[in-house]
């Protein structure tokens, strides 16, 4: 088997985690939901460099609006992890 990609690793290690954090009787519901949040965590938490064409005003709105997916996508993790 290869290996995995660092953000690859950091699904497999949050989903992991939350799988087993869950009670032994949980729905496989409950098992699908604390995987896609993890899946959107690991994938909120991803780096991100500003291209380099970006400069001034524009670099603003472009972290903006990244930081801003980033929020949504930790708010749809946090919605799923919440779910009963």
Request: charged share 25%.
């Amino acid at each position: 088997m290869r290996e995995l990609s660092p953000a690859a690793q950091r699904v497999l290690q949050l989903a992991n985690d939350a799988v087993e954090a869950l009670p032994l009787d949980s729905s496989p519901v409950s098992f699908s939901l604390v995987l896609i949040a993890a899946a959107l965590e690991a994938a909120a938490d991803q780096p991100y460099e500003v291209p380099s064409w970006y400069r001034g005003d524009d670099c603003q709105t472009y972290r903006d609006g990244a930081d801003a997916q980033r929020n949504q996508l930790l708010a749809i993790a946090a919605e799923l992890k919440a779910h009963d």
